[in-house]
């Protein structure tokens, strides 16, 4: 994973916290997978961050330029498919916020 | 991990992503873990909601009332500590992301 190069504040966040099934494999994989990729080429798109713990519980950040780009990108016909068998198989439970990034800052050891 | 039990937006969330050092051991988990705890002592605390990778990558976002609630969590000063000790040893890197949370959904197989 690596961190998400996102411009100045504004701009939004969706914040999915998800805890797969035990159904959850390689076709699960695979589609996460997908998704990133396919989020990247959408318009408005601006990064994403992801990460899983070792409890089956992750946290997937995804940045966007506007509101209409995450509305666009919910209704992406491949997308919608994956959030379907997402909540037929693959999660347990997920919460979604759609958040507006107001202040950000960092920090980098190597640019130190 | 748990989910955090955060009411209708809006409220603000504190979106912190970093990459642990090889220096992040015992002593980076019992400061975490009290971090955590310690937040949530703390006026206008929401929730929070953790996972970090096999690759050393974290996602942690915890949820505030207000921007006041996020500030004055930032200059308690055991979290002061903590914050000067990451940036001189546990972390190779970070981002830290504020932001509005206008809308909110989820899905959860046992409540269905």
Request: net charge negative; charged share 30%; hydrophobic share 35%.
């Amino acid at each position: 994973m690596s961190f998400a190069d996102t411009p100045s504040p504004p701009y939004y966040a969706v914040i999915f916290t998800s805890r797969s099934s035990e159904e959850a494999g390689d076709d699960y994989a695979k589609t996460a997978a997908r998704m990133a990729e396919l989020a990247g080429g959408q318009p408005g798109f601006l990064g994403i961050e992801s990460t899983r713990g070792e409890d089956g519980v992750g946290i997937t950040v995804s940045y966007w330029e506007s509101l209409e780009a995450i509305s666009a990108w919910k209704r992406n016909e491949e997308h919608q498919a994956a959030q379907k068998t997402g909540r037929e198989t693959w999660y347990d439970r997920y919460e979604l916020r759609i958040a507006k990034v107001e202040r950000a800052y960092g920090f980098n050891r190597d640019a130190e």
